[in-house]
C-alpha cells in the first residue's frame, strides 16, 4: 500500500513538473501572440522629390531623417553638405525624410518647403521618435520603387555634420559596391532594459539577450542593392521601433556582414571637437548645431586642397 502512495506522489511529481516546464517554455517562447510585423506597400507617398535616378543616376543618396519643425536645420543641410554636387565625377544628392503631424499650420509649412526645393520624401504616418522605424523602411521603399541605380545610399540625421568628399573618395577606394553595409559598428549591444531610458526595449518587444551586430543609426552608409534587399525582407523580421537594430536584424536575415570604411574611426556618434583637419578625415559626426554646421562646412571645404600635418 505505502509502496502504491509513493509511486504515485512520484507520478504527480513528474508530470507536476512537466507542466511546470511546459508552461515555463511556453511563456519563454517569443512573440507567442505573433510578432507585429512592418506592411510594405502600406500608403502612397504624400511628397516625391524632383530626381530621376533613371536618367541621371546618383553615385550617392543621402536620405536624411528630420522632424517637421526642423526647418532650420534641413535649411542648413541644404547649404552646406547636402547642395547638390560632384565629387569627383560622381553625383550626390541629399533627400529628406517626413512623417505627418495633426498640426494643420505645420503640415501647409512642410508641403510648401517641398514644393520650393523638391527633396522631401513623405508618407502618411506620425512624426514621432518612435516611428523612426517606419521613417527609415519609408527611405528603403522609395530607393527600391524609384531610384534602384544609386550606387550607395547613406541613412542620416539632421544634427549630423557628413563630409561628402571623404565619404565619396573612401568609398571609391573600398571598391565594393554590392552587399556592402558599414557606419559606427555595434557587434555586442544588448537591450536596455532599464524602463525610464529613452531606448527601453521590453522582453516582449525583444525576448533575446543580445542584438544582432548593428550600426548606429546616426550615420551608416549601404551599396544601393541593399536598400531593396532590406525592404524586401522587412515583412519577415519582427518590428522594433529601433530602427538601427531592425535593419541589422534585416541584414543578419540577408547574411549581409557589415564592415569598415577604413582602418581609422571616421564615424562619431558621440560628436568631436571641431578642427578643420579633423573634420576633414572624417565621415560623420553627432551633435552638430545648424548654426555650427555652416561654419564649419565653410572651413572644411575652403580648405580642401590645403594639406594638414600628418598625426
Ligand atoms: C506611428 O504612426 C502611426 C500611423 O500614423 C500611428 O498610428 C502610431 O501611433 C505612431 N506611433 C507612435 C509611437 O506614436
Ligand atoms: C574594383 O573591383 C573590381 C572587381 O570587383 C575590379 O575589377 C576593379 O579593378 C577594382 N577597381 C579598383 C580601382 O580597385
Ligand atoms: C525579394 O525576395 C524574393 C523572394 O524572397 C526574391 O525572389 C527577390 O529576388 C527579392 N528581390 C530583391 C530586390 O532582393
Not at 555634420?161 to 565619404?167: K, T
Request: include cysteine.
Amino acid at each position: 500500500m505505502a509502496y502504491m502512495k509513493v509511486r504515485l506522489l512520484c507520478i504527480s511529481l513528474v508530470i507536476l513538473g512537466a507542466l511546470c516546464l511546459y508552461f515555463s517554455t511556453y511563456n519563454l517562447t517569443p512573440f507567442k501572440e505573433g510578432p507585429f510585423v512592418f506592411k510594405k506597400n502600406h500608403g502612397n507617398f504624400l511628397q516625391l522629390p524632383d530626381i530621376d535616378c533613371g536618367q541621371n543616376p546618383p553615385f550617392l543618396v543621402l536620405l536624411v531623417t528630420s522632424s517637421q519643425e526642423q526647418t532650420v536645420a534641413r535649411m542648413a543641410i541644404r547649404h552646406t553638405w547636402g547642395q547638390e554636387k560632384i565629387v569627383r565625377g560622381k553625383r550626390i544628392k541629399t533627400l529628406f525624410l517626413l512623417g505627418t503631424t495633426p498640426s494643420k499650420d505645420v503640415s501647409r509649412a512642410v508641403a510648401q518647403e517641398s514644393q520650393q526645393h523638391r527633396d522631401i520624401i513623405q508618407k502618411d504616418f506620425l512624426d514621432v521618435y518612435f516611428n523612426l522605424t517606419l521613417k527609415t523602411l519609408m527611405g528603403l521603399e522609395w530607393v527600391y520603387h524609384f531610384c534602384p541605380q544609386a550606387a550607395f545610399v547613406m541613412k542620416t540625421d539632421s544634427d549630423m555634420f557628413v563630409n561628402v568628399y571623404y565619404l565619396t573618395e573612401l568609398l571609391l577606394k573600398k571598391n565594393k559596391t554590392s552587399r556592402f553595409f558599414t557606419g559606427f559598428l555595434k557587434r555586442n549591444d544588448s537591450p536596455i532594459r532599464q524602463k525610464y531610458s529613452k531606448w527601453f526595449v521590453s522582453k516582449y518587444e525583444y525576448p533575446w539577450d543580445k542584438y544582432p551586430p548593428f550600426c548606429s543609426g546616426t550615420g551608416y552608409v549601404f551599396s544601393g542593392d541593399v536598400a531593396s534587399q532590406v525592404y524586401n525582407v522587412s515583412d519577415s523580421v519582427p518590428f522594433l521601433k529601433l530602427e538601427d537594430v531592425f535593419v541589422g536584424l534585416c541584414l543578419a536575415k540577408l547574411k549581409i556582414r557589415l564592415e569598415e570604411l577604413h582602418s581609422e574611426q571616421t564615424f562619431f556618434p558621440g560628436g568631436l571637437r571641431f578642427s578643420t583637419c579633423r573634420f576633414k578625415k572624417i565621415v560623420a559626426c553627432h551633435f552638430i548645431k545648424p548654426q555650427d554646421m555652416l561654419i564649419y562646412w565653410h572651413a572644411v571645404e575652403s580648405s580642401l586642397e590645403e594639406e594638414c600635418p600628418a598625426v
